[in-house]
């Protein structure tokens, strides 16, 4: 019986996790360049011996593209290509999808929390104002002329990147490679990559998956408390 209790703690645990998963994918639909974490069932620890294998989730980082959008601010930048911005903080590297950006008062192109975009040659991209053409490579125009090109960074694996909210990733720099054939659009944004439907069904899974679980504790209750009454009779 310790056995069927072990199966509904994991079941419990694991629609408990998938939920978490799906509530940060919808918390997010809104979040320019935000990637969807997706889960799937996964065996932890291989059954040896006659004992049960360990149940539970993993989960993906989804780097699909998402829908782009018109905004016409120049410095609105979208990628259709693979590859993340690389952001400086002034201490480490970070990366996002997420193209809003405009200038500080220094010149640096900037996003919404500060965060200096970076450009192929290394450092900050700064550009003189923001009335620039941006062509699909990067290549910032000035009056015709390049004065800057946005670096594109992809990772060479996708489960080196771990995500820190929002459309926000931190990696290893020595996993991210220079991407050799970016695609980027002036004037547009990137959205976020979540569906609601698929995401709603997967959380109708994982409330059934958690309703099974707690069936099966009442389950055991009954079998321990029958059990009880049949010891307490027979003695």
Known sequence: ??????????????????????????????????????????VLTAAS??????????TYLDLTSGALSATGSPLDIAISSGG?????????ALYSRAGQFSIAADGRVVNGAGLALQAVSGGDVILP????EILEDGTVLDAGLPVARIALFAPDSVDQMQALGGSLFT?????????????????????????????????????????????????????IGQAITTFGRGR
Request: avoid cysteine.
């Open 129 to 132: 104002h923001d009335q620039v």
């Open 49 to 58: 011996d006659g004992v049960l294998p360990e149940a539970g989730i993993s």
């Open 171 to 223: 990696a290893d720099e020595a996993a991210m490679q220079l991407e050799t054939d970016p695609v980027m659009h002036q004037g547009m944004l990137e959205g976020a990559n979540v569906e609601l439907a698929s995401e709603m069904t997967a959380m109708m899974m994982a409330l059934r998956q958690a309703e099974m679980g707690s069936r099966l504790v009442q389950t055991y209750d009954q079998l």
């Open 84 to 92: 993340f911005f690389q952001l400086s903080d002034g201490e480490q």
């Open 1 to 42: 019986m310790l056995e069927l209790l072990g199966v509904a703690e994991t079941m419990l645990s694991a629609s408990q996790r998938r939920l978490e998963v799906i509530s940060g994918n919808i918390s997010n639909t809104e979040t320019s360049g935000f990637k969807r974490t997706q889960s799937f069932d996964a």
